[in-house]
Nanobody, 127 residues
Framework: GVQLVESGGGSVQTGGSLRLSCVAS????????MAWFRQAPGKEREGVAAIANAGTKTVYVDSVKGRFTISQDNGRYTLNLQMNSLKAEDTGMYYC????????????????????WGRGTQVTVSS
């Protein structure tokens, strides 16, 4: 069945780093495109970074460019998000998600295009 399990969240100070991981079931990892989303209290879910074509294509929301890196570990069916230079506004619940890859480039960070979701891992950044 479909399984997406996130880990790696925690509490850090401004400027710190965290690495999130999402272990996917083989069927999802091999057949879908994946992404990271986040949701802060009182705000809508936001696409953070997406990846496709065996990791050769990546997309980032402007606010994390140069600070976050999305990657895949094909041997472990794992999606990663390395987050550096963290800011208070990066605080939120981070979710791993998967979707079909058709027309991925048109709306790779649109939450309503993703069919499968993990339960999330909390990231808290404080000064």
């Amino acid at each position: 069945g479909v399984q997406l399990v996130e880990s790696g969240g925690g509490s850090v100070q401004t400027g710190g780093s965290l690495r999130l991981s999402c272990v996917a079931s083989e069927s999802v990892y091999m057949n879908y495109c994946m992404a990271w989303f986040r949701q802060a209290p009182g705000k809508e879910r936001e696409g953070v970074a997406a990846i496709a074509n065996a990791g050769t294509k990546t997309v980032y929301v402007d606010s994390v460019k140069g600070r976050f890196t999305i990657s895949q570990d094909n041997g472990r069916y794992t999606l990663n998000l390395q987050m550096n230079s963290l800011k208070a506004e990066d605080t939120g619940m981070y979710y791993c998600a998967a979707r079909t890859c058709a027309n991925w480039w048109l709306d790779s960070l649109a939450a309503d295009r993703y069919s499968y979701w993990g339960r999330g891992t909390q990231v808290t950044v404080s000064s």
